[in-house]
């Protein structure tokens, strides 16, 4: 498995969306929140960020969308700086195979989420993270600010409010844990934060920037520090393999082979150790909520430039 | 069998606790909320009211107790008056074979509760109710002060703050039928209905005299109307006797083999029909949440009565 | 509720099946079986026996047809008869929530059936009376011939080996109690002796008759000894009430209000305790497996008779 | 990420497993079959197998042991070859979220078994191959025997008839799909085949140089032929990593980062794509049924040689 050079990653990026055209029209934007179902489905951005510090950008790669899921990783890994391993205590580290706003699981497993992408997870995630941080929002916002190198990224106030709105399951899944005795704070405070983070809004290039830290052993993409260490940045790339594609992580491990976060604002990010991290953008879903251009995107990604880990 | 004549039934009473000593010091008093552990495990009263009129009761008959899930039959014959079968769209009518409080049948089920009795089910009925009552406190506690024929009846403010407070797994609950378009009001607007209900406290003759209509095809203990119809009555019997029992309705049958509702303050009421309505109390419950004394107070009486159904 | 005299069930059996004519063309019988695929749906009998020993019979109430689950009430009564309550630590005496033929139950359940009336109830109480029996299918036979008081009472060969070879599910069902260690016997021996109990054929007059032990508290309808004890009998009708018809126990002890046990070949058989036994068949069944026009019939026969318990 | 030279492998395995002592003494065997609660529970073997065709050994490396689970991945080679993606319409890609022999996830998704690596999963490929080969048992040793270089290989007959004997929740797991109709075998002759595949005795080198296929796209380690495509040997990677260590998959792409099948006989294989095959076999367990000492060697083996793929 040869890797092409670098400098080969424009020119695939480039053959980009034509090569995948008949990925588009098969799917349907997430219609649950208003602020969503009105984006035109047919946008597609893709960005490359690499260890180099080089970036490669693709179609609408500036445009900014709703991070929604992909959040998670960031949440978790802001916690897991704080708190380390011991953050497994509360939720774990294997795949659920249930949908992923599913309550069974959890009336099973009194309360134990099986891993930190299915909400219920997340939402444990944000109140540990509640322990640790001040201003909740305003240190969450910097942390992505930071790592994207970009100040200009804000959460959205209508997707932020329509989470709301349209969030009882979530609200049903925080109160469920917090009968566990498996949150802490109040559960309006920990879903405030959490729908605060799903309602971020960033660019495929803000993305790809602020996933690099995962490609290389957890070194901040822009300053002279660590985000996690070497090993936690291994613990999250490996939940995002075989977790952080809903109920689709197989078909994402054979068709993609690498450790992928999606979220129902059609975005998905992928992550080469060692090499790059990638962000593809396109809003029409398939049946399992992950964006069905963005993952032929990368599934040809991976084959142009050889880059499977299998 | 032959029914004893009704002179008889004071002298079971009088018997009762004594024949049953052997069911105390089994079971432990509901400790989910402080003024429910701190009642004397000790207390035992019981209550008869025929339709004749006549009432009859023995020891601590005149005590008031948290009636708790005992309000379900209350809120589901107001519903039922209002509404009659309509309301069984929205809920079913078999027994559910999980847990009081599970909500993973409703996953499997989409958010439609297997009966009234289960909390999701009497959160449903309460729901429903607050479309036809203007005032919902005032008038559940007028109906039910009407059919005790006792304006003294209140609710417990301690109880009542106690049930918002760990009240987690029904909020969950109550969201979660949101989520599934199954409550019209607010969720905070229901639960306060809905917790309102469980925090009355009655007396064992309050009960028996409430009671009384399920046992005279639906006509009001004390004013010449009807509650509900005769075949609604009917349905309600029914609903005690296959699920009004949390987990252990197959041993009530058995046992006591009459339409039982339970509440974990300790009180039972039971039904005869076309005869009598019953309330016994006492505090300690055994594993499925009942009042053990109760079960085998009400077991001794069916008994010595010659009052079974089988 | 005042109780028409005797002479008056003559009178209510003539009037059906015309009163309930829009009950048929509603259901199918059952087709998982050839045997039961072939019979005409219209068929319609029904047969009552009193504790005075006089027997009312209406339209087919002598064909025989295949009585299928309602075996489950005989095996039951036969085992309890040998080992008393000893048997309900293998079974329990609760409504399942789950379909008659669920694994899912069982795997959460460790082994034990929720009742005796789901298949895997019976299947371990099938197994229990191989302890007692010497010649297993010789001795159900005599003990169901003795109840009916008519040796003509045969097993149907060839809906026996349908069972066999569509026992898929009843194959898995024994083998996951094995797994558990609730079977002693070996699996295919077990089956054997379930299957033959499910296939024997009956009349509803047979059925009718053979039921009345459990109208008058155990005794047997044509000997003078007991089946089971009082406080056995009242088991088995309280069980029948709470679990006897499916999925559908809590419709029935609505409509019908008496202990009913019901089989996918259109059969009911129901109890009133102290008074008679009722048998109901016609092969259209409805969603959950009951028969329609049985369902209807013994709602209409409680109704005119004023027999129901609620 | 550099790779260390191969004549480095040679000196990491000599380190194990002194490098792990403290891995053993904290599992155990597996003892539901006699022949496997006999081994010796302190052996330890491993063995690399690189595409440039080297073996490198350690420990028992040539001891035989009882193959169990890892066979499923002989078996789904073997049927993929044969019938390409058209095999995952009858069992699917995914992580179960339940145990190996779980049977509830097949009552809710209708007969269909979440992947190859559960036991319902391999029963229906064991069938989907009788199709294709003539003589079961005898093809499939000679699949094997090839792929290893080793006419030596053999299945363990006491192992076999263990299988059979303590096989009854496999025996409902098939009998629970055939119900479904996703084996179109007999039971009796589906079972045959899979118990077989299970009972096969083969060493660390044996398995290090059968899996060599996988780590050179699907290319005979020792014919010039493919066994799979290139395409076809990712499939089976990506599902090893995902679904091939019950449920600990999420655990072991976190601390060996490979794809990966283990076995109850305490056998581990790994996949290092374009590199090698890994196989160490140490019979202790953990909870999950994991060889301990082996999970902890490959860990070692890993961080050693730098060849985790994240």
């Known amino acids: 498995m040869e890797y092409k050079p670098v400098s080969e990653l424009q020119r695939i990026l480039a053959c980009l969306p034509e090569a995948i055209t008949d ?36 179609g609408d790669a500036r445009e900014m969308f709703s991070i929604q899921s992909i959040s998670k990783v960031f949440s978790l890994s802001l916690a897991i700086s704080h708190m380390g391993e011991e953050l497994f205590q509360r939720v774990g580290v294997e795949p659920s195979g249930t949908s992923f706003n599913s309550l069974s699981q959890l009336e099973y497993e009194n309360g134990i989420p099986r891993n930190p992408f299915i909400n219920a997870g997340a939402i444990v995630v944000a109140d540990a993270l509640l322990e640790y941080v001040s201003s909740p929002k305003q240190d969450f916002l910097s942390f992505v600010r930071g790592l994207s190198d970009n100040i200009d990224i804000h959460y959205d ?20 844990l917090k009968s566990f005795g498996n949150l802490k704070n109040h559960v309006s405070r920990v879903l ?20 690099r830290f995962l490609a290389q052993d957890g070194r901040h993409p822009f300053r002279n520090e660590s985000v996690v260490s070497r090993l936690q940045a291994r613990r999250i790339n490996s939940l995002m393999m075989t977790c952080g594609t809903y109920d689709e992580a197989g078909e994402f491990a054979f068709h ?16 080469i150790p060692g090499k790059m991290s990638i962000c593809v953008w396109s809003p029409e879903l398939g049946a399992k909520g992950n964006s069905l251009p963005g993952m032929r995107a990368l599934e040809y990604f991976v084959k142009q430039s050889g880059h499977s880990v299998f």
């Open 23 to 58: 990925a588009f029209n098969q799917g349907q934007p997430a219609n649950y929140i208003p602020a969503l179902a009105e984006v035109d489905p047919k946008r597609f951005g893709m960005a490359v960020s690499t260890v180099d510090g080089e970036d490669f950008t693709a």
């Open 192 to 211: 405030d934060f959490y729908f605060y983070q799903c309602s971020l809004s960033m660019s495929c290039l803000d993305l790809a920037r602020a996933f």
């Open 157 to 176: 106030e209508s997707v932020f409010r329509s989470e709301f709105d349209n969030g009882q399951r979530n609200t049903a899944l925080a109160n469920y």
């Open 256 to 271: 993609v082979g690498l450790p992928c976060k999606s979220g129902v604002g059609g975005g998905i990010v992928a992550i």
